[in-house]
Antibody, heavy 126, light 106 residues
């Protein structure tokens, strides 16, 4: 059974750095073709993809947020950490981590998200 | 703004067929996935690689993708299908989600 759970602060101040941890079970990032992604959802708005890390260490970032994001993994602890710098009230959202299943299309690596965590609500306010 | 365009809302009567579209440049060449999100819940994968379904997903949910448009079809729509639906694809080596479609079952 695959499960993921996000943890982190519920409230951060503007300009601070947000650190979120995704603890997962039921799969391993040592396994070829797997990864973990982060997706956020502002209140009442659409899903927005943030970052993804693959079993082979490959990291992908949203082009619009790349300068503020870092995704890392600790395979032995089964954790993936996302940091986002210079937080702003517009970053208020529920942050989800999700299990990523890779597939190949020609030479391209693609993936989808079969399993999701419950989400971590983050409010940015002074 | 999303590079995958979805209609903000779709309405359907119980038992009828709901069609939700997702449009993007050459989307038919990129593979699409679909997620259902009910109010207050996490998204759930419905369709991947255009038309594949994870185990446990009812057969009334089907997907297709051609040209610039991916389509999620819900046959025999039920009241419990009322939710937000999101498409997802890859573009230029990054993940993109559509803006979401709210399905109302009247």
């Amino acid at each position: 059974q695959i499960t993921l759970k996000e943890s982190g602060p519920a409230l951060v101040k503007p300009t601070q750095t947000l650190t979120l941890t995704c603890a997962f079970s039921g799969f391993s990032l040592y396994t070829n073709g797997l990864g973990v992604g982060w997706i956020r959802q502002p209140p009442g708005k659409a899903l927005e993809w943030l970052a993804l890390i693959h079993w082979n260490g490959d990291q992908r970032y949203s082009p619009s947020l790349k300068s503020r994001l870092t995704i890392t993994s600790d395979k032995s602890k089964k954790e993936v950490v996302l940091t986002m710098t210079n937080m702003d009230p517009v970053d208020t959202a529920t942050y989800f981590c999700a299990h990523s299943q890779v597939y190949y299309y020609g030479s391209e690596t693609k993936s989808y998200f079969p399993f999701w965590g419950q989400g971590s609500r983050v409010t940015v306010s002074s | 703004s999303s590079e995958l365009a979805q209609p903000p809302s779709v309405s359907v009567s119980p038992g009828q067929t709901a069609i939700i579209t997702c449009s993007g440049d050459k989307l038919g060449d990129k593979f699409a996935s679909w997620y259902q999100q009910k109010s207050g819940q996490s998204p759930m994968l419905l369709i991947y690689q255009d038309n594949m379904s994870p185990s446990g997903i009812p057969g009334r949910f089907t997907g297709s993708n051609s040209g610039n448009t991916a389509t999620l079809t819900i046959n025999g729509t039920q009241a419990l299908d009322e939710a937000d639906y999101y498409c997802q694809a890859w573009d230029r080596s990054t993940v993109v989600f559509g803006g979401g479609t709210k399905l109302t079952v009247l």
